[in-house]
């Protein structure tokens, strides 16, 4: 009924860029919140970033802030995560995330986020 596909994942330098894409679709759902995660094996997954229905809030990781911007479209359907200096500690399986109930804050736990896309993978060399 619902569903997340992530595109964008590669392999890049360490000081590159990638820049990120989850496409929501499903009749009916509304992505109220939605965020990044990201997780290697053996690691919990762990919250990157996340940003409310029009944009008015964005949370960012420690490890991430200031390098990594949170958007999405004016449509609401598609969510983006630029990623600018990139570091190996960056590399791991990205999750595209969505809460569909109501929020006006960002949850930054996995348990406020209830839709997921199967990961895109971001390897960062040294």
């Known amino acids: 009924q619902a569903q997340l596909v992530e595109t964008g994942g590669g392999v890049v330098e360490a000081g590159g860029s990638l820049r990120l894409s989850c496409q929501a679709s499903?009749?009916?759902?509304?992505?109220?919140?939605m965020g990044w995660f990201r997780q290697d094996p053996g690691k919990d997954r762990e919250f990157v970033s996340g940003?409310?229905?029009?944009?008015?809030?964005?949370q960012y990781a420690e490890s991430v802030a200031g390098r990594f911007t949170i958007s999405r479209d004016a449509g609401r359907s598609i969510l983006y995560l630029q990623m600018n200096s990139l570091k190996p500690e960056d590399t791991g399986l990205y999750y595209c995330?969505?809460?569909?109930?109501?929020?006006?804050?960002?949850?930054?736990?996995?348990?406020?986020?209830?839709?997921w896309g199967q990961g895109t993978q971001v390897t960062v060399s040294s």
């Open positions: 995330a969505a809460r569909t109930t109501w929020a006006t804050w960002v949850p930054t736990t996995t348990t406020g986020f209830n839709l």
């Open positions: 499903g009749r009916g759902f509304d992505m109220y919140v």
């Open positions: 940003i409310t229905y029009i944009g008015d809030k964005t």
